[in-house]
């Protein structure tokens, strides 16, 4: 009966132990983008349609959430932004493939596209000059709080407020390479 008691109790705090952490994952995209998330310009004619996307396990607490992609490569000297959306409803954990497109009305309720470094509202696919491979991190982002931004809003004041009111944040990377 001890050793049993015994076996419960470490189970128990194996368990315990094992948080959930945010976790960010698409069903569309791993290591490389393909020819349907690239962009539609520069030399690329990509179907410019934005990946789906899911989270699970956001921190207690969590009002709103937001979705950005970012080329820290982009020969720009500040990056490029390809696709800033906040305020994102805390009971929505998904956005569906197209979601990214200009009319929104694949987004959910309340979410807000602002404009990208292309200069227009929406996703804006991958279209990396000739040379090495960029990297492109998409980030959901918990917030504690909705984000006081709009539209116009550029994508590196919406990042600054992101940051400020950020609970957590999960990531992954994705490359594209100029064929």
């Known amino acids: 009966m001890k050793q049993m008691m015994m076996l419960l109790l470490a189970t128990v705090l194996l368990t315990a132990g094992r948080a959930q952490t945010f976790t960010l ?3 569309e995209v791993g290591g490389q983008f393909t020819n349907r998330h690239m962009f539609n310009a520069f030399g690329y004619s990509g179907e410019n ?3 789906q996307l899911a989270w699970e396990n956001a921190p207690a607490g969590t009002q709103s959430f937001a979705v950005t992609m970012y080329d820290k490569d982009a020969p720009t000297g500040s990056g490029f932004w390809h696709w800033v959306v906040f305020n994102i409803p805390a009971s929505v954990h998904e956005l569906v493939s197209g979601a990214g497109d200009a009319s929104g009305k694949l987004m959910p309720a309340g979410a807000i596209q602002s404009i990208t ?3 227009s509202v929406g996703y804006g696919g991958p279209a990396p000059p000739p040379g090495a491979p960029h990297q492109y991190l998409i980030t959901v982002y918990a917030l504690k709080s909705k984000v006081d931004a ?6 590196a004041l919406v ?7 950020a609970l957590a944040k999960a990531s992954i990377v994705v490359y594209a390479q100029h064929p």
């Not at 990042?159 to 009111?165: Q, R, T």
């Open 150 to 155: 709009t539209v116009a809003t550029s994508g």
């Open 117 to 119: 470094d292309y200069g």
């Open 25 to 27: 994952k698409s069903k």
């Open 49 to 51: 349609v934005s990946p």
């Open 159 to 165: 990042g600054f407020h992101l940051n400020a009111l």
